[in-house]
């Protein structure tokens, strides 16, 4: 397998002038005959990591899909740099829970990614060292641990050099070593100017990566703040309580 050392180029996302701006105006999603995001409104902007944090139910998986243009608001409009969401998933990357791997070896499912999007095969292996799964390339996929597979679904995701990551709680059940290997593979993206999103439970985690919080409750958002601000005052009822571990409805 072709090996060269990660470079820029390979992971590279420009900072700066191109960090995207997002903009979601009154979106409203509705399911099962209720609104799960409920005139929403959100500006992001600049290349902050974004932390979503929220009780169970309160929209933060739909709001990543409606920010990534995989599904459609009923009502408002969601941009990237003024275009509409759906034109920009192809700068985007979506990393779920549970990984959604090719029953195929850990090589293949990069490099079935870098084929579909023609990009350079030569950055398989790069990737995999990446992520610490490189002596591990050609065994089955579904034989990874739970860490493992989550890691390769991130070398999966940077394969294809996003603008944006979303990660829809990327570390849930799994172990603190594999948790700290997560996430120092999330901070390196951001590190190199990747717009990251986040949705996660872990509080801790929130506190280690964010710079900025967006809390969501009932389908809006409750607050928005820089990190440090959000952990120190909580301007809002429902993240005080969410904060100190009550349940919020
Ligand atoms: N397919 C669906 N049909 C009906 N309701 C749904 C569906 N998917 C999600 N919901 C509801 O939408 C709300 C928000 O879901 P979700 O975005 O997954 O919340 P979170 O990720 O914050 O836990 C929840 O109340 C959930 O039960
Ligand atoms: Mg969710």
Do not use: Y
């Not at 902007?45 to 739909?62: E, F």
């Not at 610490?132 to 050099?161: C, I, N, T, V």
């Amino acid at each position: 397998m072709p090996m060269r050392d990660l470079t820029d180029q390979d992971l590279k996302t420009p900072q700066g002038a191109d960090a995207p701006h997002l903009r979601l105006d009154n979106v409203t999603v509705r399911l099962g005959g209720r609104p799960v995001l409920d005139w929403l409104d959100l500006s992001l902007d600049g290349p902050g990591l974004t932390v979503i944090l929220g009780p169970n139910g309160a929209g933060k998986s739909q709001l990543l899909k409606v920010m990534h243009g995989l599904t459609e608001p009923e009502e408002g409009h969601v941009t990237w740099n003024g275009r509409p969401a759906r034109q920009a998933t192809r700068e985007q990357a979506l990393v779920f829970q549970k990984p959604i791997l090719l029953r195929r070896s850990v090589a293949a499912n990069i490099d079935f990614v870098l084929k579909a999007r023609g990009l350079d095969r030569s950055k398989c292996a790069t990737l995999l060292k990446h992520v610490g799964l490189l002596d591990k390339a050609r065994q089955p996929a579904r034989a990874l641990s739970g860490g493992e597979a989550q890691r390769l679904a991130l070398a999966r995701a940077l394969a294809l050099d996003p603008k944006v990551l979303f990660l829809d709680e990327p570390t849930a059940s799994l172990d603190p070593g594999s948790v700290l290997a997560i996430e120092r593979i999330i901070q390196g993206a951001h590190d190199r100017g990747v717009k990251v999103i986040l949705i996660t439970h872990d509080i801790g985690q929130a506190r280690r990566l964010a710079d900025e919080v967006v809390f969501l409750h009932r389908g809006r958002v409750a607050e928005q703040a820089s990190a440090h601000h959000f952990f120190a005052t909580q301007g809002s009822a429902a993240a005080r309580d969410f904060l100190q571990h009550r349940i919020v409805v």
